[in-house]
């Protein structure tokens, strides 16, 4: 079974049209053979990824670390969400965002630019531009709050949301849909009520061990060392010991909590969540 830096690794070989190895050492040196051919080919070389805040931290640093032996005329484009640059943004990234040499946010669509953007889709699917009421059209306008894949999923679900056949949306059935729990932004989940996490299991969790409970247990090669030492092959110089680890090369040490925190790139709640298994 491959882990997740592994596959994206691999997912590689699709546009570089290799055929895809059992090994991924193996896959790495034909995907850097590919990258020169390419290059020799006088063509540009820019591999895009999306959905680039999904990546885990580790992942990147994989990435960053097969990139390094490509032509020194490629590029590397990530898209994503604003978790990315909170990503890229802590230290233990730091070698990852040094090397970032342009960044761009896209800003939310104008309220005019979305209702375009809807009428043009009516157009394209033969619907009139009556199909939504002018007051459920602006609501749809406001509640997609400039995101085209919110105002696409709201004009979808609204329409499903009448019971008799009607051709006409109107506000009923925007606002019906819109009641939804996943639509408003005020609600709280039943397993997360009462998150706020105790002086007692935050304690518990500094000191939980880190290295078969917790790192083996979720995929993490370990490779066990003198002194009841362990390191980990994807953390080059990284040892961890009970519920204690340090990276002297990048002068980073802590507990469990700062391990999740500041090598794997999870915000405090979450790691408390992988430690505590809730």
Known sequence: MLDVSQNSTILLTDPFTIDRPLHDHHCERLL????????????????????????????LRKLRLLCEDFPRSHNLILIGQPPLL????????????????????????APDTVEQF???????????????????????????EGLLRRTRNLCLSSPRSQVHQTRVVDLKQVNRVLI?????????????????????????????????????KRGRQLIQREAGNFI????????VKDSYWRWPERNLAGNA????????????????RQITGT
């Open 232 to 239: 980990l092959p994807a953390y080059p110089g990284l040892i």
């Open 118 to 144: 809807i009428l043009d889709q009516l157009d394209r699917a033969g619907l009139g531009h009556n199909t939504f009421t002018p007051e459920a059209l602006a609501l749809i306008v406001r509640s997609g």
């Open 86 to 109: 909170q990503s890229l943004s802590l230290s233990i990234n730091e070698e990852i965002r040094s090397r970032v040499t342009y960044s761009a946010l896209l800003s939310r669509l």
């Open 180 to 216: 939804q729990p996943h639509w408003r932004k005020t609600v709280t989940s039943p397993s997360l009520k009462g998150s706020r996490w105790s002086r007692e299991r935050i304690r518990a969790a500094r000191s939980a061990p880190l290295g078969k409970p917790l790192l083996q």
């Open 32 to 59: 850097v053979q590919q990258a020169f051919s390419v290059h020799r080919a006088g063509k540009m070389l820019a591999p895009i990824i999306d959905d680039a805040h999904l990546m885990p931290a580790d992942c």
């Open 257 to 272: 909590i700062d391990f999740h925190v500041q090598v794997l790139g999870l915000s405090f709640h979450d790691a408390m």
